[in-house]
């Protein structure tokens, strides 16, 4: 049986992955063109609530391609066997796409 840390840890992973290609994608202008408006400044997402299913899916502007959004919601037990209701979502973009720097590229992305 693995730690806790150990099981955070490589939950972990794909995560910094993401953001370590993001900040390196930021860094010569191969960032894709966040849509306008969101959550937060810094969060050019929707998410889906209570009162609105239909939202938004892409956070990515000047994009066409494939997209696919999961909404994910169940019951996870902490560390020390507490039991709590959780709900998320998935996005997986992988098509063409205008980056800051003006010029059209092919990627993939995934937003956990």
Known sequence: MRSTSAKATLAAIPL????????????????PKPIPGGISPDAHIFVPGPTALDVEPSSITDFTGFS???????????GSGNSFRRSTDMRVFQGRYV????ITRTATFAFI
């Open 99 to 102: 980056a800051q720097d003006g």
């Open 16 to 31: 910094l992955l993401i953001l370590l290609a993001s900040a390196a994608q930021a860094a010569n202008g191969a960032a």
């Open 68 to 78: 696919a959004l999961a909404y994910v919601s169940g019951t996870a037990t902490d």
